[in-house]
């Protein structure tokens, strides 16, 4: 059983920075490619961010020059760092991620967290 969990979610004014977690838990044995998504009221799930496996990162770009992706290997996290947040960054955020199990190593499933509630006032 693997688990996504994000956090650091908050209300925050226009212009203000949040960095938000992806923790994943269980039975791990390879964390591939990791991918921020954001979903608005009314929107459709839009990507974010994904930080591959191997250092490589990529930006829609709404975010590009303002949010930063990372990942830590050895705590199977992954970090969203947003700066100068606009209204439209208001969204619930949810991680994405390839996993391979300690049960099945040679293939990468998916698995989607529950998401964290982003809001930025004007």
């Known amino acids: 059983q693997v688990q996504l969990v994000e956090s650091g979610g908050d209300l925050v004014q226009a212009g203000g920075s949040l960095r938000l977690s992806c923790a994943a838990s269980?039975?791990?044995?390879?964390?591939?490619?990791v991918s921020w998504y954001r979903q608005a009221p009314g929107k459709q799930r839009e990507w974010v961010a994904t930080?591959?496996?191997?250092?490589?990162?990529i930006y829609a770009d709404s975010v590009k020059g303002r949010f930063r992706i990372s990942r830590d290997n050895a705590k199977n996290t992954v970090y969203l760092q947003m700066n100068s947040l606009e209204p439209e960054d208001t969204a619930v955020y949810l991680c994405?991620?390839?996993?391979?199990?300690?049960?099945?190593?040679?293939?990468?499933?998916?698995?989607w967290g529950q998401g964290t509630q982003v809001t930025v006032s004007s």
């Open positions: 994405y991620a390839l996993i391979a199990t300690r049960t099945d190593t040679d293939n990468l499933d998916e698995y």
């Open positions: 930080a591959a496996k191997g250092g490589y990162r």
């Open positions: 269980g039975s791990i044995f390879s964390l591939g490619s």
